[in-house]
C-alpha cells in the first residue's frame, strides 16, 4: 500500500489476555518504529528495528512487551497478560533511513482497551 | 532524558489569522526536529523537518523555525483555515550514540474558527 497499515483499528480485550498488534510498513522502508500514546499526550518511544533486528528495544515498558520483524517488513507488536494501564494507542513509523536523520511516516495506530 | 514542552497547549483563533505555535526542548545536542500534525483518531502526518543545521524550513503555509542554543523552535501558520484545526506535535531527535528515536511533546490543540 501507500502507506503506512495497522491492523486492528481497535482492539478491546480483558485484563490478563494476550494481544497482537500488526504494522506493515511503506514498502522499501529498512526501519520501523513502534510508540505508544496515551490520552492527551506524545508519543513515547517502545522499539526500533533496522532490518529483522530490534537495534533499540530500550523504550519497551517491561518483559510483558515484545516485538518481532521475521523477514524484515512487517512487524508485530505483543503484549501478554494485559494490564488496564496498557490501554493506549499504539503507533507503527517507517523510514527508508536509519535512525532519526530522516522523516518518518506514521499509521493511524491501533486502540488497544483493556477492560 | 530529553524534555520536549509545548505552549500553549490549546489554541483558538478566528479564520484568516496568523498564529504561532511554540515548543522548547532541554537538551540542545539535536540531530533534527519535526512539526507533525495529528486529527483526532488518527496517526501522525509529517509538516516540516529541520535539519540541525538548518534554521528554517517552510512549506506553503507553514514555517518552521529552529534556534538550538536557546532549545526552541516554532511554527508559524498563515492566514489560518478551518481545516487547519488539529493537534500539533513536535518532536526532537538527538545527537548521540544510540539515538534512534524522537522525543514527542504533548502537543498543541489548534482550533480555527469559521
Known amino acids: 500500500g501507500a502507506g503506512v497499515s495497522q491492523t486492528p483499528s481497535n482492539k478491546v480485550t480483558e485484563k490478563g489476555k494476550y494481544v497482537e498488534l500488526r504494522c506493515d510498513p511503506i514498502s522499501g522502508h529498512t526501519a520501523l518504529y513502534w510508540y505508544r500514546q496515551s490520552l492527551g499526550q506524545g508519543p513515547e518511544f517502545l522499539i526500533y528495528?533496522?532490518?529483522?533486528?530490534?537495534?533499540?528495544d530500550s523504550g519497551l515498558p517491561n518483559d510483558r512487551f515484545f516485538a518481532v520483524r521475521p523477514e524484515g517488513s512487517v512487524s508485530t507488536l505483543k503484549i501478554q497478560r494485559t494490564e488496564r494501564g496498557d490501554s493506549a494507542v499504539y503507533l507503527c513509523a517507517s523510514s527508508p533511513v536509519t535512525g532519526v536523520t530522516g522523516e518518518l511516516f506514521f499509521g493511524e495506530g491501533s486502540r488497544l482497551t483493556v477492560l | 532524558k530529553q524534555e520536549v514542552t509545548q505552549i500553549p497547549a490549546a489554541l483558538s483563533v478566528p479564520e484568516g489569522e496568523n498564529l504561532v505555535l511554540n515548543c522548547s526542548f532541554t537538551d540542545s545536542a539535536i540531530y533534527n526536529l519535526q512539526w507533525f500534525r495529528q486529527d483526532p483518531g488518527k496517526g501522525l502526518t509529517s509538516l516540516l523537518l529541520i535539519q540541525s543545521s538548518q534554521r528554517e524550513q517552510t512549506s506553503g503555509r507553514l514555517n518552521a523555525s529552529l534556534d538550538k542554543s536557546s532549545g526552541r523552535s516554532t511554527l508559524y501558520i498563515a492566514a489560518s483555515q478551518p481545516g487547519d484545526s488539529a493537534t500539533y506535535l513536535c518532536?526532537?531527535?538527538?545527537?548521540?550514540?544510540?539515538?534512534?528515536?524522537?522525543?514527542f511533546g504533548t502537543g498543541t490543540r489548534l482550533t480555527v474558527i469559521p
Open positions: 528495528f533496522q532490518g529483522t533486528g530490534a537495534a533499540d
Open positions: 518532536a526532537v531527535g538527538l545527537r548521540r550514540t544510540g539515538a534512534n528515536n524522537l522525543f
